[in-house]
């Protein structure tokens, strides 16, 4: 296998999304004035963090905080593949993270969630899935109150969504104009609201569909005024949250209604 690397830009991120396949050389001790998160998805290395001795392998995942020390040598015959983006610290705001065990399965596969939303062009889903994997890492609860900018913001956005929820969210942008990062708006939506704000906005997009099915609306009428890509779309978002079709949700309420 030839050695290969592929960097891409995330603006939301103000890093990159970055692709080994083949490597043999050893890295040299360095660091970084941002954080990168990835997974091993070949081969087997001695890592130094901060002095420290390690042994890392396949499905191992890497977390290095801005500042870390770090290189790592090849101990294996098999080439060293690895997955990784980074974050800018100012994003972070500087906080240590430390992940405790590469034997948990949620926290991998909240990573794995992220490539695969970044690797389908998919920045915005992925930073919402990013800060649901960044709350596996903080060895202590985030007790820390929210800044209140930040808290501002996040209800601004909801207010602005309870307005106009058949738009899609532009979470990069709404952001910009409350001059903080896309990643602190998340945050703070999501310890305000216990969701995401994509989350919340389906989960509202739903209740509101449930008051127009129930007065008698179609579910494709339901669907194009709601802001679903199609009745299809509607009908999946319902039943997670509902547990039936609009369908059967519609006929159910009009049965109900002849009742009394």
């Given at each position: 296998m030839n050695e290969s690397c592929t960097i891409k830009p995330l603006p939301l991120f103000r890093g990159e999304r970055r692709t080994y396949r083949g490597i043999l050389q050893p890295f040299a001790d360095h660091a970084h004035d941002h954080y990168v998160f990835g997974i091993v998805r070949e081969g087997e290395r001695e890592l130094v963090l901060n002095g420290k001795l390690l042994r890392i392998k396949k499905g191992d995942i890497l977390v290095f905080n801005a500042g870390d020390a770090h290189g790592c040598t090849q101990v294996s015959e098999s080439p060293f593949a690895y997955d990784s983006f980074t974050v800018a610290a100012e994003i972070l705001d500087g906080e240590r993270f430390y992940f405790p065990s590469n034997t948990d399965d949620l926290p991998r596969k909240q990573l794995e969630e992220v490539f695969s939303?970044?690797?389908?062009?998919?920045?915005?889903?992925?930073?919402?899935?990013?800060?649901?994997?960044?709350?596996?890492l903080v060895a202590k609860p985030d007790?820390?109150?929210?800044?209140?900018?930040?808290?501002?913001?996040?209800?601004?956005?909801?207010?602005?969504?309870?307005?106009?929820?058949?738009?899609?969210?532009?979470?990069?942008?709404?952001?910009?104009?409350?001059?903080?990062?896309?990643?602190?708006?998340?945050?703070?939506?999501?310890?305000?609201?216990?969701?995401?704000?994509?989350?919340?906005?389906?989960?509202?997009?739903?209740?509101?569909?449930?008051?127009?099915?129930?007065?008698?609306?179609?579910?494709?009428?339901?669907?194009?005024?709601?802001?679903?890509?199609?009745?299809?779309?509607?009908?999946?978002?319902?039943k997670k949250r509902i547990g039936c079709t609009p369908g059967a949700y519609a006929a159910m309420r009009k049965t109900s209604e002849g009742r009394r």
């Amino acid at each position: 296998m030839n050695e290969s690397c592929t960097i891409k830009p995330l603006p939301l991120f103000r890093g990159e999304r970055r692709t080994y396949r083949g490597i043999l050389q050893p890295f040299a001790d360095h660091a970084h004035d941002h954080y990168v998160f990835g997974i091993v998805r070949e081969g087997e290395r001695e890592l130094v963090l901060n002095g420290k001795l390690l042994r890392i392998k396949k499905g191992d995942i890497l977390v290095f905080n801005a500042g870390d020390a770090h290189g790592c040598t090849q101990v294996s015959e098999s080439p060293f593949a690895y997955d990784s983006f980074t974050v800018a610290a100012e994003i972070l705001d500087g906080e240590r993270f430390y992940f405790p065990s590469n034997t948990d399965d949620l926290p991998r596969k909240q990573l794995e969630e992220v490539f695969s939303l970044l690797d389908r062009c998919r920045e915005e889903d992925a930073l919402e899935a990013f800060v649901a994997f960044e709350q596996t890492l903080v060895a202590k609860p985030d007790v820390n109150p929210l800044n209140p900018k930040h808290e501002e913001a996040a209800a601004r956005l909801y207010a602005h969504m309870l307005g106009h929820l058949a738009e899609r969210i532009n979470v990069g942008e709404f952001a910009k104009n409350e001059d903080i990062s896309a990643y602190a708006l998340i945050r703070a939506y999501r310890r305000m609201f216990a969701l995401t704000p994509v989350q919340h906005q389906l989960a509202l997009r739903v209740d509101a569909a449930c008051e127009l099915l129930a007065s008698g609306a179609n579910a494709s009428d339901t669907a194009a005024e709601l802001g679903f890509s199609d009745q299809a779309h509607l009908a999946r978002e319902f039943k997670k949250r509902i547990g039936c079709t609009p369908g059967a949700y519609a006929a159910m309420r009009k049965t109900s209604e002849g009742r009394r």
